[in-house]
């Protein structure tokens, strides 16, 4: 556990400093409210789940893996942002532990037995290939709406006017998006089709983080309008949209896991964390 807990830590510290310490920052003013929105969301939802999630761990909840999981994909994925979507700044090597205890706190958790026993069990219970073509659907038209904004921009003289009240030279939420996180939820969503235990778990976290980064949006977007309602890069009105994204992103996740709890008690299905043995494991592995 102790790779989780320094995850939260550090991203607590990060959180609170970037959100509280107004001359921290610097660049447009909507873009620095973006940064102290997401940092909220680190602050009052990612960070308690992770814990909270880690705490039902230990009890023996084995659905809570997922949202472990979850919740330090969102974390791994918005200390990219903080790294590369605001100027240099004092929190930086903050923002590198975030980031490098959140990739160690995530390959240590992938690395545990139990996790493959859950997604086993999913993959053998649950209805999967609703699930997978949900997946397949928003990954596809996510990548249709970055490539519609990056494709007209490539033959624009630089600096393009993709990037305009941006501040940055580039955009890490398209460089990380198109490169690690979409491609890996189709390729995951496919051996969740095929009843592969590695699609179950891929999946189900990358859902957990779409759910926690959904309601990042919205509140970056309202904190950066807040910061600056003349921005064209954040708007109030998308903020209804993905709250209502966040709440529909929770349906699939809840089709996965339903029978879970049923099926763990049944003879010869997987054991789950909630012995002596799988505890010291658990806390061996994280």
Excluded at 169 to 179: K, P, R, S
Excluded at 213 to 230: K, W
Excluded at 246 to 257: I, N
Aim: glycine fraction near 8%.
């Amino acid at each position: 556990m102790r790779l989780a807990a320094a995850t939260a830590v550090v991203s607590l510290a990060a959180g609170l400093w970037t959100l509280w310490d107004h001359g921290l920052l610097s660049g447009p003013e909507a873009m620095q409210g973006s940064a102290r929105g997401t940092s909220l969301v680190v602050v009052a939802v990612a960070v308690p789940l992770l814990l909270a999630s880690v705490a039902a761990a230990r009890r023996g909840a084995a659905v809570a893996l997922v949202f472990w999981g979850g919740a330090t994909l969102y974390l791994v994925y918005n200390a990219v942002l903080l790294l590369f979507l605001t100027p240099f700044n004092s929190a930086f090597l903050l923002y590198v532990a975030m980031l490098g205890t959140g990739l160690w706190s995530a390959g240590a958790l992938l690395a545990t037995p139990q996790v493959w026993d859950l997604g086993g069990t999913v993959v053998r219970e649950a209805p999967v290939r609703g699930v997978a073509a949900y997946v397949w659907v928003v990954a596809g038209l996510n990548a249709l709406l970055w490539l519609a904004n990056v494709v007209p921009a490539l033959d624009d003289a630089a600096p393009t006017p993709m990037l305009d009240g941006t501040g940055v030279t580039t955009n890490a939420i398209y460089v990380q998006d198109l490169a690690v996180w979409l491609p890996l939820m189709v390729v995951a969503a496919g051996w969740l089709s095929r009843r592969e235990a590695r699609g179950a778990v891929v999946v189900l976290a990358g859902l957990v983080l779409w759910v926690v980064e959904a309601v990042s949006i919205a509140v970056d977007q309202a904190f950066g309008a807040a910061a600056d309602p003349s921005s064209t890069v954040v708007s109030t009105d998308l903020v209804v949209p993905f709250l209502v994204l966040a709440v529909v992103g929770l349906v699939p996740v809840w089709v996965l896991l339903r029978r879970v709890a049923t099926a763990g008690s049944r003879p010869g299905t997987a054991s789950f964390p909630g012995t002596t043995t799988t505890r010291r494991s658990l806390h061996r592995a994280s």
